[in-house]
């Protein structure tokens, strides 16, 4: 087996030394920390003893990943001096799902088992580290969320407070997309690019949307032009390639014809799934 043009292919691949294991159990004691789950009547001198010991195990994980201890001190510092405000904001996240949600009965029901908030979790973390222009590691947070939630929030995207996704699978929001406060997004959702083109990697291509507006299931919102204006409600299953003003209702138009199930029809019924 000659093995010699697959190896000289992948001389144009550089990989840093990341352990994605290492990684993600990184962020999913953070997530455990951040509220109290196992902790029982844990301290605040054990509890910032312990976000001590992340931050330590997160710089390591940085060290050897990019060998350079100034710019691992730098944006390890920086992440846990925000680990407060970041905090404020998902409590935030959390009453709001909370309070529209009538099928949430405990805020801690909503913690532990909802996918939204899980993945908005993450993206708040992920967010501060992309912002810091962290290369890969964002990306792995991210995408490691889409693969346990289906929800797809890349780490570049700008979301505002009180963010809500209900259900949440196959929920996709762009790189430069921006959401305001109080939005509320049902599974399905794209907010993606009318173009895919490299040379369009610093253009903006996600659409915005303003505060609250609520996009219900399937709806697809496309362009890096396209606004969706506040107190908006954009139904399901709708198309929007342009802006929306405030609002504004918008919704797909289909006729439904219900019969007697008893009666002979005068027509025959014609199925599509």
Known sequence: MNVTNIYQRNQNITFTAIDKGELIGWLEELYRMLFGIGAGNESVESLQNNFLKSKATFETILL????????????????????????????????????????????????????????????????????NNLPVIPRILSEYVHNKTGIDIHPGAQIGERFFIDHGTGIVIGETAIIGNNVKIYQGVTLGALNVRKEEAQVKRHPTIQDDVIIYANATILGGNTTIGHNSVIGGNVWISQSIPPHSLVFHKSDIVIKNNNKEFPEPLNYVI
Not at 83 to 106: G, N, Q, R, V
């Open 64 to 131: 050897n990943a990019f060998h350079d201890s100034k710019k691992t001190l730098a944006i390890a510092t920086d992440l846990y001096e925000k680990i407060d405000s970041i905090h404020a904001m998902l409590l935030d996240d959390l009453e709001a799902i909370f309070s529209f949600d009538p099928a949430a009965k405990h805020k801690s029901e909503i913690i532990l088992s909802y996918p939204g908030f899980y993945a908005i979790a993450v993206y708040r973390i992920s967010h501060q580290l992309w912002k």
